[in-house]
């Protein structure tokens, strides 16, 4: 015990020691970074390490006392993260909703808890709104809108949108940043960087720096909202052919890197099954719309939309032609997928799909899994190793193997771990929208339909299609072409 709480000295020291460290060293402004949210994030990070420290002292491992007691801990440190996230709000936030996604990946008791931050994000208030606006556009409200609603029609973490009709009569949605999150963003990641260091000498299998990495290098694109306006009509463009998809169009000289103007698109979220049915919209379409559109993005592309939670992705039926029709919202994360890496991961999921088990291993391993390629099929899939050797394709989802699914994140927290850390980076994103497109699927009760699958594979086999033709056209043609060039022309 004594060794313990000596533990627990020595990590607040090291925080604060550290943090000064890093305080000192990046030359930052103390009133750029406030004592107090600092304050409740070391509090917070103390008290959760304290409890795992002492909790289980007088239990023995692997009984059901244990099991019990340790997801109650897993409870109770969550709610106390979440009362963080809420408490610091911005760069907190946004970190908190992307562990609350990570549904297969991080204990249950984490991503009930942390998925309420989508609903618990804060509101600026009109004078900072009509600030913000003042500074980047240099009107006031009244000279660039006919009109402009005060209750914003949605909070995030990093900003909020209100509806707005301009002075040609159009309707808009104006996407302004919350005034404070640009200057606290790196001095919050800065935190979470020191923190997460001294929990990860304190727990040596807790080792989740690569949430830090990804924040540092999101966070910035995500704060552009001219990155996120390119981003709109790029994926626009190259999903045009798709009738269904809707992607707002952006209203340029109404933007800024802090205001984003776009085209009003209305109605109710992805995952509203009482709104589709009143609206006569079929739930089956809408899924396997989705599974194309990500499919497509993902596997032919290499261009990918990583935040498709379901505020971000509305349906509707088209005011025009009255069919069905998804609006895709908040471009601000894309994963760009390098096409070696994106030819094995399309190479991997046909493997997965036709449970053909020595593709998995040797794709999985291409993919830096190494040894722990099987947790990483089951975690890429959401599947039992059992199904994932069945071929995925061919075995249904059951409640008794989520459930398995789920109790296993727990279990084998060091393990995922220590794989997220050994992936590509450009993985990390690709696991989140996975789960947050399976979150969709299990509520509109879609999940692993044979017309996902089909489409999944129809994808990965352009996609390789497509990688091999243009490698037949290296070897063949532009050696001809050399040639012919050298015959003609000379050297």
């Not at 049915?277 to 261009?303: D, P, R, T, W």
């Not at 789920?406 to 060091?414: D, E, Q, S, V």
């Amino acid at each position: 015990m004594a060794n313990r709480l000596l533990k627990v000295s020595s990590l607040a020291t090291a925080v604060f020691a550290s943090s000064g460290f890093y305080l000192y060293s990046s030359h930052l402004d103390l009133s750029d970074l406030s004592v107090i949210r600092f304050g409740r994030a070391v509090a917070t990070t103390a008290v959760i390490s304290y409890d795992y420290l002492t909790a289980f002292r007088h239990v023995e491992n692997g009984t059901d006392e244990y099991w019990d007691l340790k997801s109650k801990v897993h409870r109770r440190s969550a709610e106390r993260l979440r009362d963080l996230c809420c408490a610091n709000r911005g760069t907190f936030i946004k970190v908190g909703q992307h562990l609350g996604a990570l549904d297969y990946l991080l204990p249950e008791e984490y991503t009930s808890t942390l998925k309420v931050l989508h609903s618990r994000a804060p509101e600026s208030s009109m004078e900072e709104i009509q600030q913000v606006i003042r500074e980047d556009l240099g009107k006031e409200l009244s000279d660039l809108f006919l009109s402009f609603e005060e209750k914003p029609q949605g909070a995030a973490s990093l900003a909020q949108v209100h509806k707005a009709v301009l002075h040609d009569g159009k309707t808009v949605a104006v996407k302004i940043q919350h005034p404070k999150v640009q200057k606290q963003s790196a001095n919050d990641i800065l935190v979470m960087e020191v923190l997460l260091k001294a929990v990860h000498w304190l727990f040596p299998d807790f080792a989740l720096m690569w949430l830090v990495e990804e924040a540092k290098k999101n966070m910035p694109l995500e704060l552009d909202f001219l990155n996120e306006g390119r981003n709109a009509e790029k994926v626009a463009d190259m999903l045009a052919h798709f009738r269904f998809l809707k992607i707002p169009m952006i209203h340029w000289n109404l933007s800024t890197k802090r205001i984003l103007t776009m085209e009003f698109a209305d109605g109710g979220q992805v995952n509203d099954r009482d709104y589709m049915q009143a609206h006569g919209i079929n739930v089956n379409e809408i899924s396997e719309n989705l599974g194309k559109m990500y499919s497509e993005m993902i596997f032919v592309h290499g261009f990918v939309h990583c935040d498709p939670h379901p505020g971000n992705v509305l349906v509707r039926k088209c005011p025009q032609t009255k069919k069905n029709e998804i609006v895709l919202l908040d471009h601000g994360l894309y994963q760009v997928l390098q096409p070696d890496f994106r030819l094995n991961y399309c190479q991997l999921w046909q493997a997965l799909i036709k449970g053909d088990m020595s593709g998995v291993e040797r794709y999985s391993r291409r993919l830096g899994a190494g040894d722990l390629y099987p947790l990483f099929a089951c975690v890429l899939t959401a599947r039992s190793w059992k199904a994932v050797n069945a071929g995925i394709s061919s075995v249904p989802v059951t409640r008794s193997e989520d459930i398995e699914i789920r109790t296993n994140a727990g279990l084998y927290l060091p393990q995922i771990s220590d794989l997220l850390n050994r992936v590509p980076r450009q993985m990390l994103l690709l696991l989140k929208t996975n789960d947050l497109l399976r979150g969709i699927e299990t509520t509109l009760q879609t999940r692993a339909s044979s017309s996902s699958f089909i489409n999944m594979s129809r994808c990965c086999i352009r996609a390789i299609a497509s990688t091999l033709l243009s490698s037949c056209f290296s070897l063949f043609f532009i050696p001809l072409y050399s040639s012919c060039f050298h015959t003609f022309f000379g050297t």
